[in-house]
């Protein structure tokens, strides 16, 4: 029998995000005892491990990057083949705009039709790993939907909040897997006050946005993958739609393990970060240009990009941080404009993304406007799901 040290994973421990307290992460672990906040995966990037031995080029997902995920058994992964999504040209948007080189990296093409698949592939299989035999999350949408489904493959009780407004795609798809689904008025954060009445007896392990370690590390493959895709070398500007923030903290983690693992040079210049939201819940915007000490009182409100409504992200430290580390910004976006990137998109690239991955394209025009921009500069954007699962949301706006 397979020990818990006797693995294919550098895993070494976890890490307390506010006060760097370590954690065992042979253990069932939630947030930090010390300080209530997230915890991190780290691992052994001493021993050397070269792209060559360090990825399985046959395996066309996520788990090509096996070796620097947390799983300690392969017999306990969760998989329906998520990852490896494709960096497409945008050349006639770039041509009507004036850029030498401008991607998208369309995370819409996942399992379960969003990023998200990532990180809950991850958790779920992480929770198996453990003994878990059910879990419950506040969702937007889109995590309650892969929770779901990776439940379902995992045989284990799934147990879902979401805002009643949540448009029926996500609810319907969350009713196939057989998930048990409760609506509540309000935004995630009202969500998860009902998770936390529902989960009393802690019976359900909660993988709510960084409160268990592991969604993280599933959503940092984003970075490993980016970056092998484009030859090992970085774009310039990296735009990203941060509601809770896992996909910006995790492709940043994944960028710094490169460094330490001498897959990019030490002194490589990474990407500056944008963190894109919506005008009608912007909680790092806000804390950023400084109008709030923090968003723990933030009240926001609904749009049409659902994975953007979340007012109080637990993880708002970690992405400041990233945000400070790389010289990048914050930005708003309206529904408006989120609606004028999706048309754009869709007529002249024949991509229907979902609102977030609109608002990071609008997000691009503003700050080409603004100068903060250089139209000769790699710009990278990130779609994080399909348009079609928002059609409740803005049908009749083309």
């Given at each position: 029998m397979?020990?818990?040290?006797?693995?294919?994973?550098?895993?070494?421990?976890?890490?307390?995000?506010?006060c760097?307290?370590?954690?065992?992460?042979?253990?069932?672990?939630?947030?930090?005892?010390?300080?209530?906040?997230?915890?991190?995966?780290?691992?052994?990037?001493?021993?050397p491990?070269?792209r060559?031995?360090?990825?399985?080029?046959?395996?066309?997902?996520?788990?090509?990057?096996?070796?620097?995920?947390?799983?300690?058994?392969?017999?306990?992964?969760?998989?329906?083949?998520?990852?490896?999504?494709?960096i497409?040209?945008?050349?006639?948007?770039?041509?009507r705009?004036?850029?030498?080189?401008?991607?998208?990296?369309?995370?819409?093409?996942?399992?379960?039709?969003?990023?998200?698949?990532?990180?809950?592939?991850m958790?779920?299989?992480?929770?198996?790993e453990?003994?878990?035999?059910?879990?419950?999350?506040?969702t937007a949408?889109?995590?309650?939907?892969?929770?779901?489904?990776?439940?379902?493959?995992?045989?284990?009780?799934?147990?879902?909040?979401?805002?009643?407004?949540?448009p029926?795609?996500?609810?319907?798809?969350?009713y196939?897997?057989?998930?048990?689904?409760h609506l509540?008025?309000?935004?995630?954060?009202d969500?998860a006050?009902?998770?936390?009445?529902?989960?009393a007896d802690?019976?359900?392990?909660?993988?709510?946005?960084?409160?268990?370690?592991y969604?993280?590390?599933?959503?940092?493959?984003?970075?490993?993958?980016?970056?092998?895709?484009?030859?090992?070398?970085?774009?310039?500007?990296?735009l990203?739609?941060?509601?809770?923030?896992?996909?910006?903290?995790g492709?940043?983690?994944?960028?710094?393990?490169m460094q330490?693992?001498?897959?990019?040079?030490?002194?490589?210049?990474?990407?500056?970060?944008?963190?894109?939201?919506?005008?009608?819940?912007c909680?790092?915007?806000?804390?950023?240009a400084?109008?709030?000490t923090?968003?723990h009182?933030?009240?926001?409100?609904?749009?049409?990009?659902?994975?953007?409504?979340?007012?109080?992200?637990?993880?708002?430290?970690?992405?400041?941080?990233?945000?400070?580390?790389?010289?990048?910004l914050?930005?708003?976006i309206t529904?408006e404009?989120?609606?004028?990137?999706?048309?754009?998109?869709?007529?002249?690239?024949?991509?229907?993304?979902a609102?977030?991955?609109?608002?990071?394209w609008?997000?691009?025009?503003?700050?080409?406007?603004?100068?903060?921009l250089?139209?000769?500069?790699?710009?990278?954007?990130?779609?994080?799901?399909?348009?079609?699962?928002?059609?409740?949301?803005?049908?009749?706006?083309?």
């Open positions: 397979q020990t818990l040290l006797d693995t294919q994973t550098r895993l070494q421990d976890l890490h307390c995000a506010a760097d307290t370590p954690y065992s992460a042979f253990q069932l672990q939630r947030v930090s005892a010390c300080c209530g906040q997230p915890l991190v995966a780290h691992y052994d990037l001493h021993e491990l070269t060559a031995t360090g990825i399985e080029r046959a395996e066309n997902s996520m788990w090509r990057y096996r070796s620097l995920l947390p799983l300690l058994d392969d017999a306990n992964r969760v998989s329906l083949g998520e990852g490896w999504t494709p497409l040209p945008l050349q006639r948007l770039a041509s705009y004036g850029l030498r080189d401008l991607r998208l990296k369309d995370e819409g093409l996942n399992p379960t039709g969003s990023f998200k698949a990532r990180g809950l592939s958790a779920i299989s992480k929770a198996k453990l003994g878990v035999t059910g879990c419950i999350i506040p949408g889109n995590a309650g939907v892969a929770m779901a489904a990776y439940c379902a493959r995992a045989g284990m009780r799934a147990v879902v909040a979401m805002p009643s407004h949540t029926k795609a996500f609810k319907e798809e969350c196939w897997y057989g998930a048990e689904v509540v008025d309000g935004l995630i954060n969500c006050a009902r998770v936390r009445e529902l989960n802690n019976s359900l392990l909660d993988v709510s946005t960084l409160k268990e370690p969604r993280l590390e599933g959503k940092k493959t984003m970075g490993y993958e980016l970056a092998e895709q484009l030859n090992w070398t970085l774009p310039d500007v990296l990203y739609p941060a509601g809770g923030g896992t996909g910006l903290i492709i940043w983690k994944a960028l710094r393990e330490a693992l001498g897959w990019l040079p030490a002194d490589a210049k990474l990407p500056r970060m944008v963190a894109v939201q919506s005008a009608n819940c909680p790092l915007v806000e804390t950023r400084g109008h709030q923090n968003c009182s933030y009240v926001g409100q609904p749009t049409i990009a659902n994975g953007l409504a979340v007012p109080r992200p637990l993880g708002e430290p970690l992405m400041l941080q990233v945000l400070d580390e790389s010289n990048g914050a930005v708003a529904d404009q989120m609606l004028e990137g999706m048309r754009e998109l869709a007529r002249l690239e024949g991509m229907f993304v609102p977030e991955g609109a608002a990071v609008m997000a691009a025009r503003q700050l080409l406007e603004t100068g903060w250089r139209p000769e500069e790699q710009i990278l954007l990130l779609n994080t799901g399909s348009g079609q699962k928002y059609l409740d949301n803005v049908e009749g706006h083309y």
